[in-house]
């Protein structure tokens, strides 16, 4: 009873408050807005500057506190969900044309026959070839209600007149492991790019995958990962953390501080699965990280480096550590309200100062590349207040702006030329690939039956290079001999590897680029595959 009468005590000094701050501000908006709507001179949209007004207020707290518009909500959601309703598809626009790249596995038009290479130039009754469509364009005739038909008519090489394929929308996943594969008889590989409710099954179905490989050691790539929920970055820290150790705890002005421990498996005990334990508590664990890398990446590089469980390799990753909630508004908008900030297990908070503003915040990686620390580590600077120590091997590791590596790589810009530069800014390596694959699908599969013949035999050779330089003339790309000098190992790698993506599935790009130009990933190997995770003591 006592705590029943504490807690509607609470809700009426809340309640009071709220009110209190209604008079002063949302009165002063609600006047200022009657003012507009009695004597502006001209007509306007209402709506559109309340949204204005609201992001304008936003950006004086935090830059991860915004307002998503309504018609963006289910995208953001779908994102999270690790799902969307849709055809099931990977697409790009080809001269003013919609290409098929790839039909996803199991989705409607791979089960109604629609192949990679086609094109797609109408749709119901809507002709959508040569018309200037855009990305978003295909999305509104694409996604839809589910079990909703679509008629698509596809224009396919080798046939004559037009074919139409009756196509029913239906739940089309959205993969967050990218890719997994062995990078050598022991150690395998995981690529996530996301932390979506789909994640717990994927992560644990490609370890199991690889554990039946002979997996022994896990290279955990989270380069790029900006993220995502904050109950399945628990989840994945808990796959390699043994008994009930801390993953994190967040706290904040109105949230009372919240420990997120492994063994509980979605914080409120309810487990994700049957395992009671972990699926790689055991076994040399390497965690990749870079500039990009944030949010969800940071809990778990946080948390297994605190406990001596993992070894993190890469540069300065990103430095969030605010924990959103979403807030569903009557117009089906919704804002994300940042109410507490986390904190790793030895109590570092890695969230980078955002007190100059949200320009100087953005401005941040620009800074880091200016100040050298992309190159040099010994550029990073931390305050000896910010030195944390690590809770089984007494390490010294940082707090105050992002997950600082034990194994610094420095980013390598020794193959970007502005030659490069110009044809990775217009896409033409995605462009080339494509074609090519189009054109000599049936002779390269038949000469490449499995990936691994691929990825040993296939060579870039002088007769792809001309094909590629033939393509860049056409979109006024200047060869200049020395920078091509400069980069034509890069841009072999990616022509392979996106050949690869191609004409087998989108996670064969990673085996072949990672050897060739991830320094984050060769370094990795080599660490995983010498002794110095050992001689370190790290729990494995």
Sequence with gaps: MKRIIIAILALVSISATAQTNKTETTGKFEEVFGYLSSFYVDDFNGSKITDAAIVAMLKELDPHTYLIPKEDVNESNDRINGSFVGVGIQFQIIEDTLTVINTIEGGPCEKVGVKAGDKIVRVNDENIAGIGLQTNGVRERLLGEKNSLVVLGISRKGEKSLLEFDVRRDNIPLYSVASSYMATETTGYIKVTTFARTTPEELT?????????????????????????LSVAKFMADEFLSDDKLIVYSEGRSQPRSDLNA??????????????????????LVV?????????????????????RALIIGRRSFGKGLVQRPFQLSDGSEIRITIARYFTPSGRFIQKPYEEGIDAYQDDYLNRYENGEMMHRDSIKFPDSLQFQTLKLKRTVYGGGGIMPDVFVPLDTNELSPLYRTIARKGLVNTFTFAYVDKNRDALKAKYPTFNDFKSNFNVEEGVMEEFWSLAKTEVVEFIAEEYETSIK???????ARIAANLFDSSKFYPIYNEQ????????????????????????
């Design 205 to 229: 179905a490609a370890i199991m995958d690889l554990k039946a490989q002979g997996m022994k050691n896990l290279i955990l790539d989270l380069q790029g990962n900006g993220g995502g929920l």
């Design 263 to 284: 063994d509980d498996r979605d914080g409120r005990g309810n487990p994700y699965h049957d395992k009671p334990k972990g699926s790689f508590e055991k076994g040399k």
């Design 517 to 540: 130009e991830n320094e984050i990933f060769i370094r990795a190997l080599e660490v995983i595959e010498g002794k110095m995770i050992s001689d370190l003591g790290l729990d494995y």
């Design 288 to 308: 990749l990280i870079d500039e990009s890398s944030a949010s969800a990446s940071e809990i778990v590089s946080g948390s297994l480096q605190d406990w001596d």
């Design 490 to 496: 890069l841009i072999q790698t990616l022509i392979k």
